[in-house]
Nanobody, 125 residues
Framework: QVQLVESGGGLVQAGGSLRLSCTAS????????MGWFRQAPGKEREFVAA????????YYADSVKGRFTISRDNAKNTLYLQMNSLKPEDTAVYYC??????????????????WGQGTQVTVSS
């Protein structure tokens, strides 16, 4: 069993920065691939970034490349998303997700087994 809790969301001006955190409970969490997704009002949930357990490879949606950085601290069972140069279109509820480390695509909601409850990020223009 894995439980995920997001934190760090809030209101920020365009061009500013936020760092989201996702704390995980349950043993063997360090052996999981993890990712961030977001969902804006009236839109479908979309992929933001992911990091694999094996090799630590990272993946980003084109819309956030060069601005967001995903990382993890396995000793603290914590996933991070550093968000810089924020834009109004980044406004959404951000969710962290986890799955047992394996090969295959990391950018679809269907490929993850566990989800947090989300944290709101609002970017003002």
């Amino acid at each position: 069993q894995v439980q995920l809790v997001e934190s760090g969301g809030g209101l920020v001006q365009a061009g500013g920065s936020l760092r989201l955190s996702c704390t995980a409970s349950g043993r063997t969490v360090s052996a999981y691939d993890m990712g961030w997704f977001r969902q804006a009002p009236g839109k479908e949930r979309e992929f933001v970034a992911a990091i694999r357990w094996f090799g630590g490879s990272t993946y980003y949606a084109d819309s956030v490349k060069g601005r967001f950085t995903i990382s993890r601290d396995n000793a603290k069972n914590t996933l991070y998303l550093q968000m810089n140069s924020l834009k109004p279109e980044d406004t959404a509820v951000y969710y962290c997700a986890a799955r047992r480390g394996r090969v295959g695509v990391t950018s679809t909601t269907e490929s993850y087994d566990y989800w947090g409850q989300g944290t709101q990020v609002t970017v003002s223009s």
